[in-house]
């Protein structure tokens, strides 16, 4: 998606011209198609997509607009595939949040586990609550990825054998790896959701190692926010699309 284009629900037709354009346009039609890419095969495209996704109600042409930038950019990465193999690492994940801009001014939260390379599992979304503070968005967005590292775990498991070693989530925020880490009282804090705490006792327990990572390298930032395609390009290489 272009960086510098806000896309907002104020854009929605104004005269009778525009509303004649986009009657003729499939719309929710293309919106279902891109969803079914992003949550099948393009990791990279998740927040573009769930992006585009809150106006089929009333688009307008720069909404269009911005679905002909996504498959554009799908046109210049058909060669690139999600692969598996590339290099030999059990599961890990990457947790982001980023402020956003929209009406509702919920951050959004992205996460992404691997296995062997490869993105197994990925997620761009609205958070449920309005954060105070980036720190509280991390730390909400950390929260959310604990959650799906128990499922995979869990599932693992079943399919393989127990894990014998904690997995590791990776976050680019250390004031959150901090509060999360510790179970010391913050007041600037409190107002938190206790279901948000949960997190403290999956690190106590040994399931979840929280280590820092460099936001150059925190591959589910192109999960939260609409990135250059320089950066996509990169961040789409370490979710594991790579040409065959």
């Not at 896309?7 to 003729?24: F, G, V, W, Y």
Request: hydrophobic share 40%; glycine share 4%; net charge negative.
């Amino acid at each position: 998606m272009d960086t510098s284009i806000r896309l907002t629900n104020k854009q929605a037709p104004e005269s009778t011209a525009e509303h004649a354009i986009m009657r003729d346009v499939p719309y929710c039609e293309t919106v279902g198609a891109l969803n079914w890419a992003a949550l099948a095969t393009h990791p990279d495209i998740a927040f573009a997509v769930t992006t585009i996704a809150r106006f089929t109600a009333n688009p307008r042409p720069t909404h269009w607009d911005a679905i002909k930038q996504i498959f554009h950019y799908l046109a210049g990465t058909r060669d690139l595939w999600l692969s598996y193999g590339e290099t030999k690492h059990a599961l890990m994940g990457y947790a982001d949040a980023d402020g956003s801009m929209a009406e509702d001014r919920c951050a959004i939260t992205g996460y992404a586990f691997l296995i062997n390379g490869g993105t197994v599992s990925w997620s761009s979304k609205c958070q449920e609550i309005l954060s105070l503070s980036t720190t509280e968005s991390e730390y909400v967005a950390a929260t959310h990825g604990m959650k799906e590292a128990l499922w995979l775990r869990s599932l693992l498991s079943e399919v393989f054998r127990p894990f014998a070693a904690a997995t590791t989530l990776f976050s680019d925020n250390q004031a959150a790896i901090a509060l999360m880490c510790d179970h010391q009282y913050h007041a600037r804090m409190k107002h938190i959701n206790m279901q948000y705490h949960f997190i403290h006792w999956i690190i106590e327990q040994g399931s979840l190692c929280l280590i820092y990572c460099p936001t150059d390298n925190m591959v589910a930032d192109t999960l939260t926010k609409a990135l250059p395609s320089a950066k996509v390009k990169h961040f789409a290489a370490g979710l594991g699309l790579h040409t065959k």
